[in-house]
């Protein structure tokens, strides 16, 4: 790889964390929210996903300075300690993750424009599929002219989409009414939500969802000009990000009861902003998120694509997955990405998938590489590996850390139910042959006796996932 490549500065790869993260799912976050929880079941849970996945950032920061040699972390520390079909497969379910997550957003993207233009519909009509058709074929040739270019762009559009948000917390904060806040705390009033643990668990998947990219700078980190500049931007994105959204969901509390909320029509921060002012802060949120969801399919596309790339590059993927272009971007691997985004686009044309439908289940596609990656760094701490006499304080320290980040990982797959973790393990069970086909390449058995197990596990968790949906008990 060209050493020009590894340019990345601390402001550009926290912009592709915050990028990464604040992209839709924000702009939807009262709604969805509200859907599950009342106030103070909402608090509880970003309260635990906040810990959870701060625990995962310093999992991240950690690994970026103990393992440098480990690039594209999310791919690379499951390998390290679970083999490289693990390794693979949490490549694969990063970027299946990454393929759903653009759909997602075009859909979401879309169905506001809708709300202006009928002719788009919900999201999922002809002519929405078609302009979403072009905008991910343009964002492809952006991505194709070089990673640092990209990551340039991402910088002003982060920047960009940063202004309406902000002024949503103002102007929301201005209106907030405590009555409104108080009433109905636990959401006893209505029974549909459950207990207050059933409403912290229904929450889960969708703030994990608006958390995924906090490993961003670790997956570039074979770009990074410096590699504490990982750490620094990873920690200052998460924390940046995570205020954001405890303010936009709890604020909106103050000013739309959760019956209401939980009724409106995603994106939800527009109506809860024309609530507050009038109007035109429906129009300031759509704006914004256009801006917004424009620079987080940039980012999400390039993330898919070198994730991919890293498995190929390393044996673990096929090698024309490694092929790269005169200017250094991964584009067998992106082309690869940009058509499979594009063969779910028209699967929409047909599909009643919902955006908070492919918001759960990409999220579900993500547990694998975090628990992987909170399993490489706890094996790390506990084995002593690269820490120096005089550290043992230390070593205990992320130990502790990599263990609750751990446990946290094993929390969402009880909290994401058996229909995730069935419909997960049917996404998964494809990429196995890609695994296949590069270990035939190598000259090498495509699995070992360990390996052959947890693949019969795979695919009989596949199967019965298939036979769900055939038979309507499963449904996506």
Known sequence: ????????????????????????????????????????????????????????????????????????????????????????????????????????????????????????????????VACASVMLWGTHALVLRGVREAALINQVTTAAKLVPLLLFVVLVALAFQPGVFQADVWGRANPRLGSVLEQVRGMMLVTVWVFIGVEGASVYSAYAARRVDVGRATLAGFLFVLALLVAVSLLSMGVMAQPELAALKNPSMAYVLERAVGPWGAV????????SLSGAL????????????????????????????????????????????????????????TYLSLVNLGTAMILLPYTGAAGHAL????????????????????????????????????????????????????????????????????????????????VLAALVAAVGLRQGWLTL
């Open 379 to 458: 094996n790390v701490a506990l084995r002593g590996e690269s820490y120096h006499v005089g550290e043992g304080q230390r070593r205990r320290r992320d130990a502790a850390v990599s263990a609750l980040a751990l446990l946290y990982a094993l929390w969402l797959v009880y909290a994401g139910g058996i229909k995730y973790l069935l419909l997960g393990c049917l996404l998964y069970a494809p990429g196995a042959l890609l695994y296949a086909w590069a270990r035939r390449e190598h000259g090498r058995a495509v699995f070992s006796r360990r390996e052959w197990a947890g693949f019969g596990l795979l």
């Open 284 to 291: 300031l949120i759509s704006v914004g998120l256009f801006i």
């Open 1 to 128: 790889m060209d050493s020009n490549r590894k340019k990345l500065g601390v402001g550009a790869l926290t912009a592709l964390v915050v990028g990464s993260m604040v992209g839709g799912g924000i702009f939807s976050i009262p709604q969805n929210t509200a859907a599950s929880a009342g106030v103070g079941a909402t608090a509880l849970a970003w309260g635990i996903t906040g810990v959870g996945m701060l625990a995962l950032a310093f999992v991240f920061v950690n690994l970026a300075l103990r393992q440098p040699k480990l690039d594209s972390g999310i791919y690379a520390y499951a390998r390290a300690s679970f083999g490289p079909f693990t390794g693979f497969s949490s490549a694969w379910g990063y970027w299946f993750m990454a393929v759903l997550g653009n759909v997602g957003y075009y859909v979401l993207l879309f169905s506001t424009l809708g709300h202006y233009w009928p002719v788009f519909g919900d999201g999922n009509t002809k002519v929405a």
């Open 298 to 353: 940039l980012s999400w596309l390039m993330l898919s694509a070198e994730t991919l790339y890293s498995a190929a590059r390393d044996g673990a993927a096929p090698a024309w997955l490694a092929r790269e272009n005169a200017r250094g971007a991964p584009a067998a691997s992106l082309w690869l990405t940009s058509a499979s985004v594009q063969l779910f686009l028209l699967v929409t044309l047909v599909s009643e998938s």
